[in-house]
């Protein structure tokens, strides 16, 4: 039997292909197709590049084989092998997955970066990668609305797109790609980049096939300022859905807490639409913290300010607002900490991080101060949490 080996993988169920981890890795062992990103045993060296920079934790995946398995095998797979019963004192001894050395790689890497995600209990089973690279779905754009005033610093649109009778079976919480025309530097066509769907499961309007996203125009964005510049009956090459952890739950008592900047708010308005309109079944509360420059840059502002108290409990930030103080999203939860507190010490709620990554360690500072305070450890709670499908980061 040949000795057992250590080999990296990639969870083809909630990797959005996103391509980050293939940009970044300096041995070019990250690969992909038009179905699975993967990783080349041959090539990997364990350099735990592209660990922090996984949005979603899917890149963090090890099993101990016998044989690697090869990039075909995992190109073919729509979920992770188990890890294989290898038998003998040599299959214990590699079974303890990573050794000292990766282990540490791995937790540095990991810092402030919420680890892996688990989909909530009563989440629905959701849709993977129906549409590839090399088939995607055509969609028409049936409107483009800016959100933001027009002296804003920043321009983020409403992008809602018609899929012509073809199914998107898209869940609150998932992402499509939105592939930009022509080809890169190289000739090659342009990957596709991902944007969270803002709408929920049934469409932004109920009962039609349409999908809505909110967009950030980027200075130099390939595909943002290709996206903000869409006009109506125009037409968008589409992948997926992605995304198979950061997904609401479909127990009514469940409580949701929401944190989020910028165009993060875009799960948020997709999981906030989604109980209002099963507000006769839903007895769980919302609550979310939304950060901005100022209410003039921040997305669904007036629209948000409408949504039903008894729905949403909404604490709109702003850090650039003329006359007040700055304020960020952590400061404000610190200010609420005795609600912050009553949900984290209930076992039905379900937190949600979406936006920045610089926002990440104020939030986890400020959960870490409020945790001490109710005489718990957060890091311990937060993986309990997230061990139960109820912690979720998706930051950028």
């Not at 025309?181 to 499961?201: E, F, K, Q």
């Not at 840059?297 to 300010?305: E, V």
Request: charged letters at 25%; one cysteine or more; aromatic letters at 6%.
């Amino acid at each position: 039997m040949n000795k057992p080996l250590k080999q990296h993988l990639i969870d083809p169920e909630i990797c959005i292909r996103c391509y980050t981890c293939e940009m970044t890795c300096p041995e070019n062992a990250i690969d992909h197709d038009d179905n699975n990103v993967v990783v080349n045993a041959e090539l990997c060296n364990f350099c735990m590049d592209c660990i922090p920079v996984c949005p979603t934790g899917s890149i963090d995946e090890w099993r101990v084989v016998n044989d690697a398995y090869s990039m075909e095998e995992q190109f073919s797979w729509s979920e992770l092998p188990e890890q294989e019963d290898l038998g003998g004192d040599e299959a214990e001894t590699g079974l303890e997955a990573l050794d000292e050395t990766v282990a540490a790689l791995l937790a540095e890497a990991h810092k402030g970066a919420g680890g892996k995600s688990k989909a909530p209990v009563s989440a629905p089973k959701p849709t993977i990668n129906l549409y590839s690279l090399s088939k995607p779905i055509e969609a028409v754009v049936q409107g483009n609305y800016r959100l933001t005033d027009e002296g804003a610093d920043s321009d983020v649109r409403h992008i809602i797109l018609d899929f012509q009778g073809h199914p998107m079976p898209v869940l609150e919480g998932q992402s499509i790609g939105i592939i930009p025309p022509g080809t890169d530097a190289d000739g090659n066509a342009h990957l596709p980049r991902l944007y969270s769907v803002s709408s929920p499961r049934d469409g932004e309007r109920p009962g039609y096939n349409n999908v809505s996203l909110t967009v950030k125009r980027e200075d130099k964005g390939l595909c943002s300022n290709f996206v903000c510049d869409l006009q109506k009956g125009d037409t968008v090459h589409v992948t997926g859905p992605f995304g198979a952890t950061f997904l609401l739950p479909d127990d009514p008592d469940a409580r949701i807490m929401m944190i989020c900047t910028g165009t993060g708010s875009a799960p948020m308005r997709a999981f906030t639409m989604r109980r209002h309109r099963k507000a006769g079944t839903v007895h769980g509360g919302m609550t979310m913290f939304f950060g901005a420059r100022s209410p003039e840059s921040l997305p669904y502002f007036g629209p948000l300010k409408k949504v039903p108290t008894t729905l949403l409990e909404r604490h709109l930030v702003f850090s650039r607002q003329e006359g007040q103080p700055k304020e960020y999203v952590q400061d404000r939860m610190w200010t609420e900490k005795a609600s912050v507190a009553d949900m984290l010490r209930d076992k039905n709620t379900h937190v949600y991080i979406c936006g920045l990554r610089d926002m990440e360690g104020g939030v986890e500072a400020t959960f870490t101060r409020i945790a001490e305070e109710i005489g718990q450890n957060w890091d311990e709670l937060r993986n309990t949490m997230r061990e139960e499908g109820r912690y979720h980061v998706e930051t950028y």
